[in-house]
């Protein structure tokens, strides 16, 4: 699909889980949520000629592949990890700031 003549094209970013931020992979986990598989990856040559998979992953303006391996997996498991937890601690923290109905009346 060709770019409109006064828009910006896109950046491109190659990532792999040595660089990966928070913010990338928050975007990772509100796009698989549930995890990714084999439909979602792509595979190309990297100029060394190695085999590289990788995740799309997109914004307003960068388009990122997501190289994925063991270890982007277990960073992707962590992260998700301790997502979960914080939203644990939110639900705990909530009850305790919630008054209770008195009962006696």
């Not at 301790?82 to 705990?92: A, F, M, P, V, Y």
């Amino acid at each position: 699909m060709p770019t409109p003549k006064n828009s910006t094209p896109k950046r491109r970013v190659i990532v792999d889980y040595k660089n990966v931020t928070q913010d990338i992979l928050g975007l990772f986990a509100d796009r698989y949520p549930y995890g990714y598989d084999d439909m979602d990856i792509v595979k190309f040559q990297n100029a060394q000629g190695a085999t590289v998979r990788a995740v799309p992953i997109e914004t307003m303006d960068t388009k990122y592949l997501v190289k994925v391996s063991v270890e982007m997996d277990r960073k992707i498991e962590a992260f998700m990890d301790d997502e979960d937890d914080e939203d644990l601690d939110l639900g705990d923290d909530a009850a305790l700031d919630t008054p209770e109905d008195d009962l006696d009346d």
